[in-house]
């Protein structure tokens, strides 16, 4: 045997003497978390553990998150631990959390949260699957707080769930969808090809109408002007507690002109949190469903 095989031999021994370790370091990590004490500092990995069966200790801002992100509903047990940008850090000290989550890059360093309770930030999107981040996530999440079989009985009820949709969407045709929602009185949050929300639609056969310029959370705010354009297209705005300024909104000339508007193609709908995971995604597809399923 030359020197290189003998190497890689020993390697491979190593390697195959490490593994149960590994798997056992592991899993001592997991153990030390306990479930029922994590805090969640942004809305995605407040989606994360409930999907895998685990209610956070404390979540930050739970108002805006009735308003944004509606669904699944909070028990009343959660803890509010201040705003996502700035969480009320005395109170997360006095809470003794077993482990602190959050959106990377969103809010306080991770250095500053490292003093309060080890934790970890997940990531939103690379800038262009937002959703096969959020599987990604998703398994992340698991392995650390040992939760590797519910990961993947949540994925394999996503996977049935949209392959269920798909007869719902045959007729439709080849009009596209608009996906809108209201941030003032003369501007628009519009979801482009790189949303939560584009694999859904590719897997149901139902086209994004916005092709135009987006960010690497796969929006834009535009004009509401801009929408004038859209001549043949269903449109849907989602609602978050902003009733009075959508009817003020939908009373103007300006909005009454809207093609869509005047071809009755136009709907409110709930909340869907748009920089979730995968039960913003679940979410959207019943809502979708119950707007246009069925339907030419």
């Not at 001592?28 to 969640?40: E, G, K, L, M, S």
């Not at 930050?60 to 631990?81: G, R, T």
């Amino acid at each position: 045997m030359d020197a290189s095989s003998l190497i890689s031999r020993r390697r491979l021994l190593t390697a195959m003497a490490l593994s149960p370790l590994l798997w056992q370091m592991r899993n001592a990590q997991a153990a030390t978390v306990d479930p029922h004490r994590i805090v969640a500092l942004e809305w995605l990995p407040v989606e994360l553990l409930l999907a895998l069966g685990v209610t956070p200790y404390g979540i930050a801002d739970i108002p805006n998150y009735k308003l944004w992100v509606n669904e699944p509903a909070l028990p009343d047990s959660v803890i509010d631990v201040g705003l996502r940008t700035e969480p009320n850090l005395e109170l997360l000290t006095q809470m003794k959390p077993s482990f602190l989550v959050w959106s990377a890059g969103y809010g306080p360093s991770a250095e500053t949260l490292a003093k309060i309770a080890p934790g970890r930030g997940f990531a939103f999107s690379d800038g262009k699957k937002p959703l096969a981040q959020a599987r990604h996530s998703l398994v992340e999440m698991a392995q650390l707080i040992g939760r590797e079989p519910q990961a993947q009985h949540h994925l394999r009820d996503y996977d049935a769930f949209v392959e269920s949709l798909k007869p719902r969407f045959v007729m439709r045709g080849e009009r596209p969808l608009l996906m809108v929602t209201l941030l003032d009185a003369r501007h628009m949050l519009v979801f482009g090809p790189n949303c939560l929300f584009q694999e859904m639609l590719d897997t149901l056969g139902v086209k994004n109408a916005w092709q135009g310029e987006t960010n690497f959370w796969g929006s834009v705010a535009v004009g509401i002007d801009r929408l004038a354009a859209y001549k043949d297209a269903d449109v849907l705005c989602f609602d978050h507690g902003n009733d009075p300024e959508m009817r003020k909104l939908m009373a103007t000339p300006l909005w009454q002109a809207m093609p869509f508007v005047r071809a009755n193609r136009f709907q409110r709908v709930p909340a869907v949190w748009f920089y979730g995971a995968t039960l913003s995604a679940m979410h959207f597809g019943r809502v979708l469903d119950n707007a246009l399923g069925g339907k030419a």
